[in-house]
């Protein structure tokens, strides 16, 4: 069994920033790409960022693309979601995701493995 575990969730001002952390199991980094996903109350999950295996390379959700920033550091086994100017429509359930593939991620709901999630509130 894969560790994610993610962290680093709370409650925030609308404006204010946070950054999640996805801890991983070792080589896992190498090999599978990494999702951020997030489901809202009474809302369908959507995916919100990933970062690929071959190449590092990243993509984000059109509502969050210019305020999100995803990122992995290899030293630690962990994938970072930096998000500043939080509005209350990022409020969500964020979960870490991986899927082993040989291609470039996408942004999108259906990874297969997931953590169990972090709790991100967005309120005044």
């Known amino acids: 069994q894969l560790r994610l575990v993610e962290s680093g969730g709370g409650l925030v001002q609308p404006g204010e920033s946070l950054r999640l952390s996805c801890q991983v199991s070792k080589f896992v980094l190498d090999y599978y790409n990494v999702a951020w996903i997030r489901q809202a109350p009474g809302k369908e999950r959507e995916g919100v960022s990933c970062i690929s295996a071959n190449d590092g390379s990243t993509d984000y959700a059109a509502s969050v693309k210019g305020r999100f920033t995803i990122s992995r550091e290899f030293a630690k086994d962990t994938v970072y979601l930096q998000m500043n100017n939080l509005k209350s429509e990022d409020t969500a359930t964020y979960y870490c995701?991986?899927?082993?593939?040989?291609?470039?991620?996408?942004?999108?709901?259906?990874?297969?493995?997931r953590g169990q999630g972090t709790q991100v509130t967005v309120s005044s």
């Open positions: 995701a991986i899927e082993n593939t040989d291609l470039f991620c996408s942004v999108r709901a259906n990874y297969p493995d």
